[in-house]
């Protein structure tokens, strides 16, 4: 190994800083993160939903408030009329089932062979309301693709669903799944983009151009009676 001499005076010195550098205490580079972090963590869930929301339209998403289920029935049908859309699919079971007992046919059941489909529905497994982003798994059916694939994403969540920060949100995947936690997680913040080509920002490349999250005010035990 090749060693390099330097004078006393030098070494001297560049022991002083090594010392410092050991010693001293950095700052936190952006401290008011901290302090964000903390309001967060510090409110109760009433409330969250319209951090959540904030975050969320900011960065190009569009939030939709229903009170009840039917609500939320009522909505994306509206959504479908309005945009003429000619296929829409569903990845939930339950969700799917609840459409063809109120307005059969406006929905299919979301199938990989199904690739030219307008928008595909999801549910979630929580919502981090300080980053406004969506958590999907594996777990759920069509996980991996359903959430990317299509042009439009929509997501339906409840409000037991919402919880803080990211830490947060793994935390309650550890407690939700044990051991057996799903082999994908993903953190969905808002409709695609890119800015690859030449530093323009294009939305829509690698995944939806929109994507829409219908918040419903209840716990997602509760059932939608027609």
Not at 18 to 45: C, H, V
Request: hydrophobic fraction near 40%; include cysteine.
């Amino acid at each position: 190994m090749q060693t390099f001499k330097t004078s006393k005076a030098r070494e001297n010195i560049l022991s002083r800083i090594r010392k410092g550098l050991s010693e001293a205490k950095l700052p936190m580079p952006f401290p008011e993160t901290d302090k964000e972090n903390q309001k967060i963590y510090t409110t109760s869930t009433d409330g969250m939903e319209e951090v959540f929301a904030d975050a969320f339209i900011k960065l190009g998403g569009k939030f939709i408030f229903c009170d009840n289920e039917k609500e939320l029935l009522d909505n994306i049908n509206i959504l479908h009329e309005s945009r003429g859309w000619r296929h829409m699919l569903c990845a939930d079971n339950r969700l799917l089932k609840m459409f063809n007992d109120l307005e059969p046919g406006i929905v299919e059941p979301a199938e990989p062979y199904l690739e030219t489909a307008d928008a595909c529905i999801t549910g979630c497994e929580m919502l981090v309301a300080r980053t406004g982003s969506i958590l999907i798994s594996s777990n759920q059916h069509m996980g991996r693709t359903a959430p990317v694939f299509y042009p439009i994403h929509i997501v339906f969540a409840y409000a037991d669903q919402i919880v803080g920060d990211i830490d947060d949100a793994f935390a309650t995947m550890k407690k939700k799944y044990g051991n057996d936690l799903p082999s994908m997680m993903n953190l969905n913040t808002g409709p695609s983009r890119t800015a690859d080509i030449e530093k323009t920002l294009v939305v829509g490349v690698h995944g939806p151009a929109e994507v829409f999250c219908f918040f419903v005010n209840a716990e997602s035990g509760a059932f939608y009676k027609r």
